[in-house]
């Protein structure tokens, strides 16, 4: 479907050429007066210049001949130049009426259909998911949503860090506390155990302790990291662990992904690329690219239109252990083979923003990637607590993801019970859902690169610029939907939207417009907060039609079809975008 705006500039063409004036002086807008119009054309200031006018009478002019144009209510010009615009009850209606006929609710999917890697998560195997994974989860997944309602082919990748010092530490660790294992015993021929040697709450003990150890005992880090390296090379009773650790912590893993909402196509990680890297780094040679220094092997990525100073790209320590951008770099390479996307979007925090044009200019210089494929780094901000600092726990210790959740579900469960609108059975359920969308919402409202303050009194209020108080809204349509189905029957069929007959009503319809466009927006801007500010904005223009009319109680048949009609198309809007946000609503609340 056309966007609306693209209609109004259709319209206002012939008016523009027809005063002899340049079409490319057709541009509008979204108003920044709503109470004086609804869209507004800026051309008639731009063209005054080439034409040697004065803004106001070449908007006169046009304003003249567009005025007869049915798509309009009114057609000004004020001044110094502006041409203001209402749009027609009977067209808006109209237009809306086509929306509510289309599945993707008016956005036109882009000729061109992308295979696009989503890389977010990256959460670090046997190391608690903390809340510094939250954003990227959060966001990545609401990223991959976007992404892949716009019609793309869409692949989202947790990329775990699965393969680094913290598996030669748990090694090590697990050799201390139970010497007597198979796989410490050199001379051991027999197969190794299909049980793990520990739960995942062991393992989670495990890993903080041989950290810790790690700082004080340097014998004990040594032997770590000379675990780390045999595991690397393929030593067979590290494996075994390894893959022990693996099971273990993935199960974990994607049950508390699962808690967030957020699902993953691939779950690959840094140790699928391993495979990579000597081709990687020959190519690099090859190309003459990589070239040693002190004993590194290093790859040049400075341009000339930098205004900065950019380190070179380590590839390979003297040791020849390879490196974070390595292992990122072999990814891509897989991902070139088995893939070969359009797009790179990887959702990390922001302070990892150098380690990313580092990469991502060796793929090009490399030509791993195609010179035109967009990579996309969105670096996000940290969650900071009301003390400005980054979040912690009561303690001053870095708090676990499942412990935040439960806590902001348990303040959702006592004030919904308080409430006593939700049945009991409902309440656990309910009060996850509320308090998921308090904590993705508090989040994604933000623009991702900016810091935020995690403030769970303000996130799950059921009022103001949040989560569950579009949530409220979702469920205030649901309840007057059940009620007029109650009264009507089941099989009631929605009417057309009928043309607006009071401003609120007018304001809902003009809403409800804008979805193809903001989705289209979030998704080129790479940016979730757009949806969140749109959803707020349409659910606030629900409140008011609602505060103004009455609908159930409303006596004219007709008139209250047609706001059933209205309200409807304005839940699946809604119900759309929550689910963009990877969100629900509940059935009460
Ligand atoms: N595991 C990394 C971390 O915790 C994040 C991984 C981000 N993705 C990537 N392709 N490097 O810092």
Not at 89 to 95: D, I, K, S, T, V
Not at 234 to 237: E, F, L, V, W
Not at 378 to 388: A, E, I, Q
Not at 567 to 570: A, F, M, Q
């Given at each position: 479907?056309?966007?609306i705006?693209d209609?109004?500039?259709?319209e ?16 509008v807008?979204?108003s920044?007066?709503?109470d004086?119009c609804e869209?507004?054309c800026n051309?008639a200031?731009?063209?005054a ?6 803004p106001?009478?070449i908007a006169?002019e046009?304003v003249s001949?567009?005025s ?17 615009l209402?749009?027609s ?7 809306v009426?086509?929306i509510a006929g289309e599945?993707?609710l ?6 061109k259909k992308?295979?696009?890697?989503v ?5 670090n ?7 510094g994974?939250?954003r990227?989860a959060?966001?990545?997944?609401s990223?991959?949503r976007i ?6 082919h869409?692949i ?5 860090g699965?393969?680094g ?5 748990i090694?090590e ?9 198979p796989y ?16 995942i709450s062991?393992l ?6 041989a950290?810790?150890k790690?700082?004080k005992?340097e ?9 780390t390296?045999?595991?690397q090379s393929?030593?067979?009773?590290f ?5 022990h650790?693996m099971?273990?912590s ?8 699962g ?8 779950w690959?990680?840094?140790s ?6 000597p081709?990687?780094i020959a ?9 040693e ?5 290093v790859?040049?990525?400075a341009?000339?239109?930098d205004?900065k100073?950019y380190p070179?790209?380590i590839?390979?320590k ?12 072999a990814?891509?390479v ?13 959702v ?10 580092q990469?991502?200019r ?7 990637v195609r ?6 780094f ?11 600092g980054?979040?912690k ?8 993801l499942?412990?935040?959740?439960q ?8 004030k919904?019970q308080?409430?006593?609108k939700?049945p009991?059975?409902e309440l656990q ?12 919402y508090?989040d ?7 810091d935020y303050v995690?403030?769970?009194?303000r996130?799950?209020s059921?009022?103001?610029?949040t989560?569950?108080?579009i949530?409220?809204m979702?469920?205030?349509i649901k309840s007057?939907?059940?009620k007029?189905?109650?009264?009507k029957g089941?099989?009631?069929e929605?009417v057309?939207i009928?043309?607006a007959?009071?401003?609120t009503?007018?304001?809902?319809q003009?809403?409800i ?11 080129y801007?790479t940016?979730?907060h757009?949806i969140?500010q749109?959803?707020?904005?349409t659910a606030d223009?629900f409140?008011n039609f609602?505060?103004?009319?009455k609908?159930?109680?409303?006596p004219d048949?007709d ?7 209205l309200?409807?198309?304005?839940k ?5 975008c929550m689910d963009l946000l ?8």
């Open positions: 479907m056309k966007k705006m209609l109004i500039v259709e206002l063409t012939p008016a523009f050429t027809g005063c002899g004036y340049d079409e490319k002086y057709v541009r807008t979204r920044n007066r709503p004086l869209y507004q051309g200031m731009m063209a210049k080439a034409y040697g006018k004065k106001i009478d006169r046009v001949l567009a007869g144009s049915p798509m309009f209510l009114s057609v000004e010009a004020v001044m110094p130049g502006f041409i203001n209402k749009i009850p009977e067209c808006l209606a109209e237009y009426e086509n599945e993707k008016g956005l036109t999917e882009p000729e992308e295979t696009i890697i890389d977010y998560g990256g959460a195997v046997a190391k608690p998911l903390h809340v994974h939250l990227s959060v966001i990545g997944e990223i991959k992404s892949r309602f716009m019609g793309h869409v989202g990748d947790v990329h775990l699965d393969w010092l913290q598996m030669g530490l090694i660790e697990l050799r201390d506390r139970q010497p007597e294992l410490f015993d050199e001379s051991y021929e027999g197969k190794y155990p299909s049980e793990p040697p520990f739960t062991e989670e003990d495990i890993y903080p302790a950290s810790a790690s700082k005992d014998a004990f880090r040594e032997r770590a990291q000379q675990a390296f045999r595991l393929g030593y067979p009773p494996r075994a662990i390894w893959k650790i099971s273990v993935l199960a974990d893993l994607r049950k508390n992904y808690k967030l909402n957020v699902t993953f196509d691939l690959k990680g840094e699928d690329a391993q495979p990579y890297i081709g990687l190519d690099l040679r090859e190309k003459g690219l990589a070239y220094s002190e004993g590194a092997l790859v040049d990525i341009q000339e239109t205004s100073e070179p790209c590839v390979q003297s040791d020849g252990a390879a490196l974070y951008a390595t292992s990122d770099l990814t891509i897989e991902r070139e083979k088995d893939f070969h996307p359009d797009r790179y979007i990887y990390v925090d922001k302070r990892q923003e150098l380690h990313f044009i990469v991502f060796v793929a090009k210089k490399a030509g791993l010179e035109d494929t967009p990579m996309i969105l670096g996000f901000g940290t969650m900071n607590g009301k003390d400005g980054p979040f726990t009561r303690d001053g210790g870095v708090m676990r499942e412990y935040l959740i806590s902001i579900n348990e303040e959702v469960y006592k919904i308080e409430k006593q939700v009991d059975d359920r309910t009060a996850e859902m509320i308090g998921l969308a308090a904590l993705k508090g994604l409202s933000n623009q991702a690169t900016k995690f403030d769970v009194d996130f799950i059921f009022e103001g610029n989560g569950p108080h949530q409220y979702i469920v205030r007057i939907l059940e007029y189905y109650e009264q089941q099989e009631t929605l057309p009928r043309p007959q009071s401003d009503e007018k304001a809902l003009l809403a417009c804008r979805f193809g466009e903001t989705v289209e927006t979030a998704f801007e940016a979730p757009r969140c749109y959803m707020s904005e223009a409140n609602y505060q103004e009319n609908i159930l109680s409303e048949e008139k209250k079809a047609a706001y059933i009609s309200i409807t198309l304005t699946r809007v809604l119900d759309t990877g969100m629900e609503s509940p059935e009460h609340m």
